[in-house]
């Protein structure tokens, strides 16, 4: 069977984003915030931020990096970039990577017992899973200040989302293949892919007995059609398979999304759809006054291939910046070039936040 780079590529970015539980047990920790209240009001006993570290904090608490998780990712989700020698340099920096609510490692629908586990775990927004962090930086790790919060796709949004809510405690911000608010067009996206795995009767409302296969495999399908563009799947890419083969090909697509928890994914993707700055205390929803009041130096790059993150987005994004840089990645992997699918866009991410960093 004919198998290109770019297949490949997908396979393995939807595959290290889904792999949760696997970073290694003994490195992972766990925060404990008694009392939390979700914005939405409601209560939870105790919240639980997964994390790791990479690195040793220096003296003067002064070179701390925050690598927030993208969608679905457990901590694995910025390996790509991180690394002797590259921007994301343990020797130099104190990398903190942290998990978002709902990814099967920090709280969430299928760790979380009742009455708050499964479909009942609460609303999360951004912004929760941002103070909870910030609970984590400044109580658990004593850290008052950060050089930089660096996101990718979701962790790009809580990058953001850092530089509006503590603006006087991050220096600077990369928003890799993310946004400031879910814009319409990205909304009906997340709302097919979710109706997708509603849609098989296995889901239960949430309250399944077994997993939901078919609405899980509709819901990869969906994923992966979307992480990258149409010209990274050559014309003739299937030309050259049996029917049989194709089938093959297509259930590997699949493969990763069996091992996910339906409420998990389905609870990251209304936190998605729901995001935007601008709904932070003071803005009223208005995006373009959170941006305008964002201190920190923000550096934006879009994917022009991305079809979840339009490079159209970050432009508007970026007039209304004090102090951005707008450095669009050449790739044709879509939004999975910004996870690390693409070499090349690995060494142009790398270069831009070492200027970023220095």
Known sequence: MKIT????????????????????????????????????????????VAYATRGRLNAAKSNAVLLPSPYAADLHGYDAFIGPGRALDPQRHFLILTGMFANGQSSSPSNTPAPHGGPDFPRVTIRDNVRAAHELVTQQLGITKMTAVVGYSMGAQQAYQWAVSYPDMVESIAVICGNAKQYPFGVIRLEGSIAALKADSAWNNGRYTQ???????????????????????????????????????????????LGMDANNVLSQAETWKRHNIGDSPGYNGDVEAALRAIKARVLLMPCRSDLYFPVADAEYEATFLQNGELAVIESSAGHAAGGGADSQAIRFIDGKLKGMLQ
């Open 5 to 48: 780079s770019a297949v490949v590529s997908v396979v393995l970015l939807v595959s290290a984003q889904n792999s949760f539980g696997q970073f290694p047990a003994e490195e992972v920790s766990r925060f404990a915030i008694k009392d939390f209240t979700f914005e939405s009001g409601q209560a939870f006993p105790t919240a639980v």
């Open 211 to 257: 997993p939901p296969v078919k609405g899980l495999r509709a819901f990869a399908i969906h994923y992966a059609a979307w992480s990258q563009s149409p010209v990274s799947w050559p014309r003739d890419m299937l030309d050259s398979m049996s029917n049989q083969q194709v089938d093959q090909f297509l259930r590997s697509l699949e493969a990763p999304a």
